[in-house]
């Protein structure tokens, strides 16, 4: 921590603060995120993880990791500071002014080469939206936030929850069938869609109504003057069947778009099929690689308890901001949280925007605000009648999605099971189907047959240490 000036505090998340912070040696700007470290070792690792794998993207697309390490009961991940901030205020800027079709395609290209390259690592992003997007200076956008992530090759991504911004989620996730890499597909054709109208393609008045929209894939036709290609692209990427949604790298290569993207990429960026088949598995070794760099060069265990004493002061900021405490769940259930709570219609960004209902953690309860918002996964119809009076700002926030279906009420916000921020630890349960081998695998990521679990690895050195 020493190493780096604090500057200003850029925003809060539901885990934690993003500080922008100076390099004291190099005088760079830098994010730096500071995760609250759960007590509990298995949340402690999944926390860890945005770490992990974000220090193993090197993609100009995709927000660059410096480095990790943990000082006074906090995850710090070091990472590159995208001066432009998020794409989400950015569409906001625009107010009724459209964006040019050839920034629209030239964004959105290298968002499929961002997400290409975390697919081809059977990687899944889970909660892209635009507020998780980011502009550099150059006018250039990356993709950040890898704290939903998952593995793809790993059983236990499928069997825990799914992460994921209502708003942006694909009809899989509420329907609790098995996600995979068209998950993010459908998500990337959200911000599409965004970047296309200024507006969210399933607007609604009510929690109900958005989630009957995205099971429907039903949404305003974009507007007649953007090229036939883009009205394509976004009916195939909002295509209900996952498997009839293209890939990211088939809509880079072999879709009617990719002539329309490719001249805004450059020509080594769209990965080839050899170098797909080769960065598509991390093996054992480079899993090993990465838990040892995580492990032994980055994560320096400095926690005050320890003895070690890294205040927050050696940030060197002037007048450190009050830190966010974190709490337990609060009392009641998702039932009754969502129920108390008023309907707020977002019938646009630019009105979502005013009535503070895009900003993810909006709330009257500052302690709710601090929570990370999470429900069990119930069968749609009980889903809906839950959901019925919820507060429709809470659709932009990112959520646990629990894929149980054992009463929903009981869910990770009610007492019985609350301790912090990141829910009850998943109960492990192979899902046959998604093991099954699909028709369309050229196209689908689903598990290998005999999956490489490094993670599983990362794991067990991180509880080593
Ligand atoms: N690399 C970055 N460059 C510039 N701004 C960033 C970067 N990373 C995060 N931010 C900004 O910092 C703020 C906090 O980000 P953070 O990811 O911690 O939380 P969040 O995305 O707001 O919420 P949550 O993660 O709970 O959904 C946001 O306003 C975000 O735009």
Not at 86 to 105: A, M, P, S, W
Not at 163 to 173: K, S
């Amino acid at each position: 921590m020493e190493r780096y000036s604090h500057l200003r505090v850029i925003g809060e998340g539901s885990f934690g603060r993003a500080l922008l912070v100076q390099c004291k040696n190099t005088q760079e700007n830098y994010v730096l995120k500071e995760i609250q470290l759960p007590k509990n070792q298995f949340k402690l690792d999944m926390s860890r993880r945005e770490a992990v794998l974000l220090s193993k993207m090197k993609h100009p697309n995709i927000v660059a990791f410096r480095e990790a390490f943990e000082a006074d009961g906090l995850l710090c991940i070091v990472m590159e500071h995208c001066s432009g901030g998020d794409l989400l205020r950015r569409i906001q800027l625009q107010k009724n002014t459209q964006f040019c079709v050839e920034n629209i395609l030239k964004w959105f290209a290298q968002m499929c080469a961002g997400a290409q390259h975390i697919h081809n690592k059977r990687v899944l992003h889970r909660d892209l939206k635009s507020k998780n997007i980011f502009l550099t200076d150059d006018g250039s956008v990356k993709l950040g936030d890898f704290g939903s992530a998952c593995v793809l090759n790993s059983s236990k991504a499928y069997a825990q929850a799914y992460v994921g911004t209502p708003y942006y989620v694909a009809p899989e996730i509420w329907d609790n069938k098995p996600y995979n890499n068209k998950s993010d597909v459908w998500s990337l054709g959200c911000v599409l869609y965004e970047l296309c109208t200024l507006r969210h393609p399933f607007q609604a008045s009510s929690w109900k109504s958005l989630i009957l929209k995205v099971c429907r894939g039903a949404y305003p036709p974009l507007p007649n003057y953007l090229p036939y290609e883009l009205h394509y692209l976004i009916k195939q990427m909002f295509k209900l069947n996952p498997k009839d949604r293209p890939s990211v790298r088939t809509i880079l290569t072999s879709h009617r778009v990719s002539r329309l993207l490719r001249s805004h990429l450059p020509s080594r960026s769209t990965e080839t099929e050899q170098e797909r088949r080769r960065l598509g598995r991390w093996s054992r070794e480079e899993g090993r690689k990465v838990a040892h760099f995580l492990g032994e060069k980055s994560l320096m265990k400095a926690s005050t308890t320890e003895g070690v004493d890294l205040p927050r002061s050696s940030y060197e900021s002037p007048e450190p901001e009050p830190r966010k405490q974190w709490g337990c769940e609060p009392p009641d259930g998702v039932l009754q949280m969502l129920a108390s709570a008023s309907l707020i219609s977002s019938d646009s960004l630019a009105s979502a925007q005013q009535t503070g209902s895009v900003q993810g953690s909006v709330s009257d309860d500052p302690e709710e605000r601090r929570q990370r918002k999470r429900w069990e996964r119930a069968p749609p119809e009980r889903l809906l009648s839950l959901l019925e009076k919820a507060q429709l700002n809470r659709a932009f926030s990112t959520f646990l999605i629990h894929r149980g279906d054992n009463n929903p009420l009981m869910g990770p916000l009610s007492q019985a099971q609350g301790d912090d921020t990141d829910g009850p630890e998943p109960g492990v349960a192979e899902d046959e189907d998604r093991l099954q081998p699909r028709s369309d695998d050229e196209d689908t990521d689903f598990e290998e047959e005999s999956f490489c679990d490094w993670m599983d690895e990362i794991e067990k050195m991180f509880l080593e240490h």
